[in-house]
């Protein structure tokens, strides 16, 4: 599963973008608040009782049926099916509930936004594979983010996704093609333009397990990105003030964070709690002097991104912007650290000598 993390990750940033155009696709039926056919509500009601009992697969299977016997036209039919697939990291469910949902689009942004996302979710099929299967799904990616180009030439988001499937396909050339062309038609989502721009220059970065390129305002005011923290080691850590694990796991934290103090390392703490007040009085009782930020519940943009569900959560992003996931608690992760922050000191003395190089060689 760690192979195919960063891909599933991106995978779901990029379908909240997606998501946008997905919303309004099924626009042809009149049925949006579900099953008109007896015989399709029934179905219905049967599929959230078993979705409600924990029988997701049951539950997805009914949904399905339930849109076939309304004529293939309930588009609240395939949008349950559809999320119960996504939140189960069912690629194939994902695939087969866009199929069932192409024909309801009746414009060329409507179809464009679900072959956007019918070819994030065939990228994400594809990254869990091996082999020929492997190779021929990610084959399918690409027609299907093509086709969106096709239809909607401004879907920007899809050059990137583009990008990263070629990449995976080790067509070098190709894959930055497509980035350089998200950068000029995309002048706008930040995090994904630095995200491109170090593909361009690093395409090998494109099949990594790259943390996603969120972005936070911290609580002294700091607004940091992920890509803006290119070159440094960060360490993410999921808490809450409610969870008894978190408050022990609390001054190993606050050792790190002093331990490497000065050093190109960056501490994060992402807090899951509601209360705001009850939060920053606790950071502040404590002297968590590092970087804080709240997300608020498991279903905060953070949790969703690194798909956190429990707590505590830590995650260490290498100077390359390449994720791993740790816990605090494993003692060996000074060392991992040490290691990880070598290697920081070591990249930027590499950019340092080729900005000399670079500059000699402007002179001559």
Known sequence: MRAIWGATRLGLAMLLVASRLIAAAPSQPPNQGGPTDEKARKTFAEAE?????????IAFDMFRKANQQDGGRCALCLRRAYSIAEHSDDFKGEETVLRDWLPLADTDQAKAGLRLQLGIALQREGLAESGGKREKLLRASCDELKSALTLDPMLAIAHFGLGVTLAHLNEDDAARAEFKEFLARNPGNPEYRQRAARYVDRIELARAQMAPPFAVTTLDGQHISMDNLAGKVVLIDFWATWCGPCREALPHIRDIARKFQGQPFVVLSVSMDDDAARWKDFVAHNEMTWLQYRDGRFTGPMAKMFGVNAIPSTFSIDADGVLEDQHV??????????????????????????????AARAEQ
């Open 49 to 57: 009782q078993w979705q409600k009992g924990g029988y997701k697969a």
């Open 329 to 358: 608690g494993d003692a060996s992760i000074d060392g991992k650290l040490k290691k990880m922050l070598a290697h920081a000191v070591e990249l930027e003395k590499s950019k340092a000598a080729q900005t000399s190089a670079d």
